[in-house]
């Protein structure tokens, strides 16, 4: 039987805080994907970062942004607490920081925290944040304590719903960054500079190719310690979600890399971890592959497709790039071991992504959808009917297109600097309550 999933960010859950966070609205979401029988939620990065979720400071302290201030009043930390106007896009500011400051005040050390601040990484990301934003580094252990606290007991309460969490790695961290101030050996760095940036070569799009404001990966120190820096982030990873979707798998098979202060016209591929990272991986027992999703869209080499069959991962389709409608065909509907979005956080939404065709070619998606049954009238609903008719053995679709917005509401547009990336979220479930049963 297929499995259905929504993609939801934590930052866009309703709030009266100015961000979605941990708190009773995402337990309200559960009950609402338990009771209409959906069993994923993908939530996208949730770790530390400048706003940028794939960009992290660390790949193991979480955002605190998500910490709910309800929860801190629950365990006894604060007394009261200022609501504010509710809106469709998250708030980015230091409203929190008082509370969190005051219950820092509070907060008496148990068993539990003492347990959990010996993790070497989060000592290194609270020592990190200490230098650059002046709190104690206590105070940045206490933040990291509660956001995994509250982390736990949503995960907990998810899974005691039989929903599972879909949680996204990213691939590089920033320049500035936790990972590359503990662990510059696994990054291309010499006398203290960075060599290389990495990016994307030059396209239809882009004359000069991207640059992505991250280090690279030195492979070959990564190797000589037997991949332990990657193994070592894979499985604590496992333990934060019940799967993980890898960003930008080609990267594992080969990266391209950028001098510093040069264009992609001067980049170039070079060899990733490939075979021998992912056989010490799965040396584990405990890891299966099935706990990974891997993103291989976009330009791959056929080494890299060799990669992806030789484990069998499930990789995901992007109906919206799969769709040849001259010829009224789906060209990616051939497996079953596949992750199926209508569109994911960087694409248009459905709606948008409608609007923008010329009469042809929505006459040509209308026949599109007749031809396999599924609705022509309401568009939306015609691609989630179609995803769900499918080859593909897991169906996820944004709360964009079960609400059919357009793409004011849109997560990202990948390449644009905007305020309007990474801050969409909804005002309340209401809508959604009606509508989910598209799904």
Not at 363 to 389: M, P, V
Request: include cysteine; charged fraction near 30%; hydrophobic fraction near 30%.
């Amino acid at each position: 039987m297929k499995e259905k999933g929504i993609l939801l960010p934590i930052f866009s859950l309703p709030s009266k805080y100015g961000i979605g966070d941990f708190g009773k609205e995402a337990y309200e979401f559960i009950d609402i994907l338990s009771e209409n029988n959906i069993t994923y939620w993908e939530i996208l990065p949730i770790n530390s970062c400048n706003r940028l979720p794939y960009s992290p400071i660390s790949y193991y302290a979480l955002d605190e942004n998500y910490i709910s201030l309800e929860k801190l009043k629950d365990y006894g930390l604060l007394d009261n607490i200022e609501t504010r106007e509710i809106k469709d896009r998250a708030v980015y500011d230091n409203f929190k920081e008082k509370y969190y400051k005051e219950a820092f005040k509070k907060f008496k050390k148990n068993e539990e925290y003492e347990r959990f601040v010996e993790l070497d990484e989060i000592q290194e990301y609270s020592e990190y944040s200490s230098n650059r934003k002046g709190e104690s580094k206590e105070y940045y252990l206490f933040l990291q304590y509660i956001v995994y606290k509250q982390w736990f007991e949503l995960k907990k309460y998810a899974n005691s719903k039989n929903i599972k969490i879909i949680g996204d790695m990213p691939v590089y961290p920033t320049f500035d960054s936790c990972e590359t101030m503990y662990h510059p050996e696994c990054f291309e760095i010499e006398n203290g500079n960075f060599t290389f940036e990495a990016g994307t070569p030059p396209d239809y799009f882009n004359n000069d190719g991207q640059k992505w404001g991250a280090p690279v990966y030195n492979i070959d120190n990564i190797k000589k310690e037997n991949y332990r820096y990657l193994v070592k982030r894979f499985k604590y990873y496992l333990k934060l979600f019940d799967k993980i979707r890898v960003d930008y798998f080609r990267g594992y098979d080969s990266f391209f890399k950028i001098p510093i202060g040069k264009t992609g016209r001067e980049g170039y591929y070079c060899d990733g971890v490939s075979y021998g990272f992912f056989n010490e991986l799965f040396k584990d027992s405990n890891i299966k592959v099935d706990n990974l999703i891997i993103e291989d869209l976009g330009d791959i080499r056929e080494e890299t497709v060799k990669l992806r069959e030789y484990y069998g991962f499930t990789r995901q389709k992007i109906l919206q790039f799969s769709l040849d409608l001259d010829n009224l065909y789906d060209r990616d509907n051939d497996n079953e071991n596949v992750l199926a979005f209508p569109g994911n956080h960087d694409c248009q939404t459905i709606r948008s992504w409608y609007d923008s065709f010329n009469d042809y070619y929505k006459s040509k998606l209308k026949e599109f959808l007749r031809k396999n049954e599924c609705n022509d009238e309401n568009i939306n609903i015609g691609i989630i009917e179609y995803c769900n008719k499918c080859k593909a053995k897991l169906v996820v679709v944004t709360i964009q297109d079960i609400l059919g917005l357009d793409d004011s509401c849109r997560i990202n547009i990948p390449g644009i600097e905007s305020d309007n990336n990474w801050s969409w979220k909804l005002i309340n479930f209401e809508e959604l309550k009606e509508k989910i049963k598209y799904l």
